[in-house]
Nanobody
Framework: QVQLVESGGGLVQPGGSLTLSCAAS????????MSWFRQAPGKERELVAR????????YNPDSVKGRFTISRDTAKNTLYLQMNSLKPEDTALYHC???????????WGQGTQVTVSS
């Protein structure tokens, strides 16, 4: 059974850092494109990081480039999102997701809340 479980969210001050984790089961994360998304109240869901399976090439949109880093630990079958220099506008519910061979995100975690506030 495929399952994704995020953790690591919380309240952090502007300029602070957090590391989110996404523990996967039922499949091997290094065999799939894996991504982190976020959604703030009243806003559309936004892709914030993506990692390719074999080459480990990563992608970040301009909004988080240079601040967010996606990585994975194949031994733990866990995906990470290191977030630095956090801003209030980074406040959102963060989800990890698996992309299948059709290009569709077919499995999602329940999300972990990140709140950036002083």
């Amino acid at each position: 059974q495929v399952q994704l479980v995020e953790s690591g969210g919380g309240l952090v001050q502007p300029g602070g850092s957090l590391t989110l984790s996404c523990a996967a089961s039922g499949f091997t994360i290094s065999s799939y494109v894996m991504s982190w998304f976020r959604q703030a109240p009243g806003k559309e869901r936004e892709l914030v990081a993506r990692i390719n399976p074999s080459s480990s090439v990563t992608y970040n949109p301009d909004s988080v480039k240079g601040r967010f880093t996606i990585s994975r630990d194949t031994a733990k079958n866990t995906l990470y999102l290191q977030m630095n220099s956090l801003k209030p506008e980074d406040t959102a519910l963060y989800h990890c997701a698996r992309r299948n061979i059709l290009g569709e995100y077919d499995y999602w975690g329940q999300g972990t809340q990140v709140t950036v506030s002083s």
